[in-house]
Each structure stands twice: as C-alpha cells, then as structure tokens.
C-alpha cells in the first residue's frame, strides 16, 4: 500500500551489495511514470531506470537538456517511491559545472534514487544517438564526476560516468576516457553509442567497475540480447525508451480506430483490464487499511 516498503538507504546498499556480488546482468527497463515503474518490478526485473530522453518527451520536449534538474528529480523520485527495486536516473551533465553536479547528487539522494549518471557532453547536451553531438575535455568530465563523488553523503548512492566519445573520436579515446573517470572515483561507466559486443567486451576488460549498456531502439548500435552482454562483461543493462515507446505506439493507433470507427470497441482486448490495473495500484491493500475505501468487486 502507499509507497516502497523499503527506504531509500535500503534500496542503495541492496543495489551496491548486489552489483559486488554477482556477475550476472542487472536489468533496468525505462519507466516513464510511478505506475509502470511498479509493473517493472511486478514482471521480475531488477531495477528501474529513468531516462532523462523520457522526462523531456514525458514534457513534450527534445532531449536537447532543456528539462531542469527541479524537474528531473520530481519524477525521478515520484518513480523510486513506488516501488521496492532501485532507481537509476539519467542527470545529463549535472545540470551545470562540476558543482552543479555535486548538488544533483544530493538533490537526487533526497529523491529517494539508488544512483545516477552524468556524461561528458557540453551544454546543452542532446541524445547520445544524434549526430552533432560535442564532448568537454578530460579534465572538465575528470571534475565532474569528481565532484559528483565528494558531494554524496550516501556511500551506497552509485555514481556512475557516461562518456559520449567514442562516437566521436573512436573506441581507443572512450577506453581511456572511462579509465580516467575510474580513476576519478566514478563506481560504474556507461559507454554511449557502442557499435557491437567486442567494443563492450573491451571497455569491461579496461575497467574494474560495473560496464552498463544501453539498448535503446533505432540508434547507433546493435541490438544485443542480455545473454550476449553477459558474455561481453556488461553488468547493468537498461532499455530507457522502451515502454514509453510501446505505450505511445498503441495510443496512436487506438486513436486511429477512435477516429475511423467513433467507437473502442475493438481495441478491449489490447487494453490493460481495470481489474488488472486495481491489482497493480493495490486496491485490496487499501480496503485491508481502510474498509471504507475499497468496498466493492470488478467483474471480468
């Protein structure tokens, strides 16, 4: 009932002790409001991802770092309470110069987040899949995530280092790169825009932090299933559009057949049931609370 039966501290050193112990692959599905974050959790996977692509578009806006880390923490931290599983949020860069970045940090801990990432693109960023994009120099990402690192007071709260490079100056550039964000104190990396399995297999190999790999659709890379990024040392492994893209996919075309038809009459098997829905928002963990809220039955 409510929100996540764990509290955030909880859910971060699960989310660490779980990262140190096992080699397997951590999946963490996009979830582009509170409610599919639980249906996430509901389906088995491991985590919960909130892509800073999905809160601009969630606004109607191009990722293009126009949403505000206000904004981004908001719904980052509307998602983590609703469920038990942890919350890794996109930060873009921080949302300004490296102390920016180390008030990002804290913001987002206050959120209830287990971690987040933040990237080497100049301001203002766009997405890591579009051409155009421009990276800061070593030093500049170097500060960014070392600030990142001094301003959490959570030492359970994942810090981790995206670098954009490699589309831009090649796959030997980001390896080095991402051992200097390492270095820096960054306790995961996110290597954007990798072409195939071997190019992750090499930035797992350069470093002794988790490796996370995006799957997103239509990008530059390949589409790899999680067994392969296993193979290839991945540790965290997110589909951060995905949903977003199913849910708006369907709404368009159930409103295609609403403005053909005038009817949805055909489309209720491709609706989420409202018994369905009630079980998902825990209508019967409320009548247990409070008899008066829930007093009724859905019929099928």
Not at 78 to 88: G, V
Not at 269 to 288: N, P, V
Request: charge should be negative; glycine fraction near 8%.
């Amino acid at each position: 009932m409510l929100y996540s039966t764990l509290a955030p501290a909880e859910k971060r050193r699960l989310f660490c002790e779980r990262l140190r112990g096992t080699d397997d692959v951590l999946r963490l599905p996009g979830a582009f409001n509170p409610l599919s974050a639980r249906l996430i959790e509901r389906k088995g996977f491991e985590g919960v991802y909130v892509s800073g692509a999905v809160v601009a578009a969630d606004l109607g806006l191009p990722d293009i770092g126009l949403t505000t880390l206000t904004e981004v923490a908001q719904r980052a931290g509307q998602i983590a309470r609703m469920t038990d599983l942890p919350t890794l949020v996109d930060a873009d860069t921080g949302f300004g110069e490296p102390m920016n970045a180390a008030r990002t940090v804290q913001t987002l801990e206050d959120a209830g987040v287990a971690g987040m990432h933040v990237e080497d693109q100049v301001n203002p960023k766009r997405c890591g899949h579009l051409d155009g994009k421009q990276v800061v120099d070593l030093d500049t990402a170097v500060k960014r995530v070392r600030a990142a690192v001094e301003g959490r007071r959570d030492p359970d709260f994942l810090v981790m280092a995206r670098t954009d490079v490699r589309a831009l100056e090649g796959l030997d550039v980001a390896v080095d790169r991402v051992r200097a964000l390492v270095d820096a104190g960054a306790d995961a990396v996110f290597p954007e825009a990798l072409t195939g399995l071997a190019e992750f297999e090499a930035v797992a190999s350069a470093v002794d932090v988790p490796v996370l790999a995006n799957m997103t659709e239509f990008g530059k890379g390949r589409l790899h299933t999680v067994d392969e990024l296993r193979d290839a040392g991945v540790r965290i492994v997110i589909w951060p559009v995905s949903l977003l893209r199913l849910a708006m996919g369907e709404a368009s075309r159930g409103l295609d057949e609403l403005a053909e038809r005038g009817t949805q009459a055909r489309l209720l098997d491709r609706m989420q049931h409202r018994a369905d829905l009630y079980d998902l928002i825990d209508y019967e963990g409320y009548s247990a609370f409070d008899g008066d809220v829930f007093d009724f039955t859905v019929e099928r």
